[in-house]
């Protein structure tokens, strides 16, 4: 538009200028032939001497709109014979002026006027000059029109121009980008004879390139991130998942109301999940759902069984669902902690698979399924599934909500193919679960598991560079995301001094101010080890008699599945073996186990881990344990020993704890003895390295690497859908097929 104005611009003068040279030419040869018209006529006027005929018959002709005057000059005549029209300035003496052949301009103030002078001279004698006056201002008037018109013609001109280039542009533009987005997609090697992939194939190669190391640098930025806090959390949700609330499920939920002597009070449930869960769903909000299992849990929720909780400062809603007595035997303690418990757990206990229970876990899930639709505020929500109890609700979820980004995580061990080949349901399992986007364990070790167990039972595509498995054209990434605690703890966990907590654990149990206590924390269970660290403690003060009487190993042991014989058996196991331990080392003043099989709220056992000299944790085989995890945030004077089983994943990410074998008791005995003499010096050595590792690799950063993962997943997955998985398959330029996969979370 800009070019063309300046076109316009530049040529409007010239146009004027040739314009106006045409009228004038126009208008001389009208001259030309009105002088010839009337020559005849004014002959015989002029021979006769007739002026006030000439004058008259000058008058008709100036009828002519254009015609402005006329006169005419004898051979001696000084003051033309004219019409009173013809300006004074004109005589005859100076006639020669306008002789020219086009005339001459004379400037008035109603406009120019064309002055011609043509002879009279019929048969060769001159008999004088005619002068004819005609009026320019038409001319003016044209050129201004002209201009206009030309005006117009350049905006119309430069509109249309301008406009087919934007036409032009933006159609080159799409079929750029389509070209381009085909070649990202690979489809450029599907159809080599493209045009346009010839064209944009020099470029493709480098914007794979920039493409993959701005992913690079995106996830590296996210990695240095040095504090993963709910902030961190929050951004990423915001960010890279539209802000999308969250949806979690899990069976146990994070507030039980109970009544207790006709109050209701609340309690916090022993368990990991929970620990893990609630601080996430504090930073991102959300619902999670979660079985109400409380006695009072009916009697504090709204028409929609949901409750704002933490009831002191709420941040999310907890959707309660209830379960039939027939459901939750079937369902929680047959199906799940019957069956899948054990065989995932080596804890060479048996599973027991009934297929009643089975068609209760099925019932159920299908329930949960149900109530994440009901919760679901759009198309694709952010669902989160926890756990062995719910295998199938992934694949449920997928088949309501095909866009949903499903996280599922498997918080126990995954077995090997071996022993999973024994579960009735195994397809159906594996099924359910790979209808999630990601599916997390704790462990690269469980990760391999599963991977082989699909392998084995399904027909899909592992991938096991990038741990990928593709199944029913989906794609589910396999990851190893190490889950862990709130860093730093809720203040009113670490409110109360160190000091003070270990006078008031070792006042609470009569026990002198100097004596020394190990701690544990467990639910009653016979994965946890307890008979192993009892035997371990009992083992120690055998081979460290000076102990006795000055050593005291504090159990605090939550009550679970007691329904369940096995756990019931195994609690009068424990109970059995600590009172036994203690009637052999009776001579001392104080017990060698002090067993509190009852509740403990979290506060209580923070000050259990502030006030002990030790922690022993002696799981026979853990997905993470975050009691060893809690143990180490408690201790912020960097004093207090770790004993960690090896079967545990916490292992592989403290190894400055002692690392123990539950089995060996003479190993665990020498351990304990070695944490109780251990200097303060070694002890912050040690409990430095791990509280620095708990702080990076907090649960902030494991719920925002998972969902970090989802979202490229994500986004990598809407491409996806444009080009059918079985594509894949065909091409073999592996970066340009890889199906997406989430890249694998750094090892600590
Ligand atoms: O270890 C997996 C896990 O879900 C823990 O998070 C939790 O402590 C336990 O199993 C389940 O316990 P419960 O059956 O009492 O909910």
Known sequence: MLVLAALAYAVMPLVDKLTFQWFVRDLDLRSQLVANTIEQPLQSLAEARDTVGIRRFFTRITQDERLFAMGFCDKMGRRPIATPTLPKQIDCYGLDDYAAPTGELLREEKGSLLVSVIPLV???????????????SFVDRRTKETKRYVFYFFVGLSALVSLITVVVAQLSWRGWVHGIRSLMRGEGLLRPAQQSEGELQPIADDLRALIRDLDTEHRMRDEERLAWSPEALREILDRELRGQDIIVVSNREPYIHVRKNGEIVIQRPASGLVTAIEPIMRACSGVWIAHGSGSADREVVDRKDHLAVPIDDPSYQLRRIWLSPSEEKGYYYGFANEGLWPLCHIAHVRPTFRSSDWRQYERVNRHFAAAVIEEAKSADPIVLVQDYHFA???????????????IAFWHIPWPNPEAFAICPWRHELLDGLLGSSILGFHT???????????????????????????????????????ISV??????????????QCRAMIRERHQLPPDHAIGVGVDRMDYTKGLEERFRAVERMLELHPEWIGKFTFV????????????????????????????????DGKHPAIVLAVKHHEPHEVYQYYRGADLCFVSSLHDGMNLVAKEFVVSRDDDRGVLLLSQFTGAARELPEALIVNPYDADQCA???????????????????????????????????????DAATLRRRGKILLRVPVTKWAHLSDATAATPPTAPSESVP
């Not at 199938?392 to 499903?406: F, Q």
């Not at 709130?486 to 000091?499: R, S």
């Open 486 to 499: 709130d860093w730093p703890p809720d203040e009113k966990m670490t409110a109360t001094p160190v000091e």
């Open 444 to 482: 690269q070790f469980h990760c391999n598991n599963f991977v082989d167990t699909v392998d084995r039972q399904l027909e899909a595509r592992v991938d096991r560079e990038t741990f990928t498995v593709t199944y029913k054209a989906q794609a589910t990434g396999v990851k190893r995301y190490p």
């Open 122 to 136: 019929p048969l060769g004698d001159t008999l004088g000059r005619t002068v004819l006056v005609h009026d320019m």
């Open 555 to 586: 159990q605090i042991a939550a009550p679970t599945r007691a329904s369940i014989e096995q756990y019931h058996n195994y609690e009068l196991r424990v109970r059995a073996m600590a009172e036994s331990i203690n009637e052999r080392f009776a």
């Open 670 to 708: 020498g351990a304990l003895n070695v944490a109780l003499t251990m200097p303060i010096r070694v002890q912050r050595a040690r409990m430095r390295l791990m509280r620095s590792l708990v702080q990076e690799f907090n649960v902030y950063r494991w719920a925002g690497r998972m969902l970090l």
């Open 392 to 406: 199938l609700v992934p694949r449920l979820v997928r088949e309501r909500l095909p866009d949903a980004t499903i």
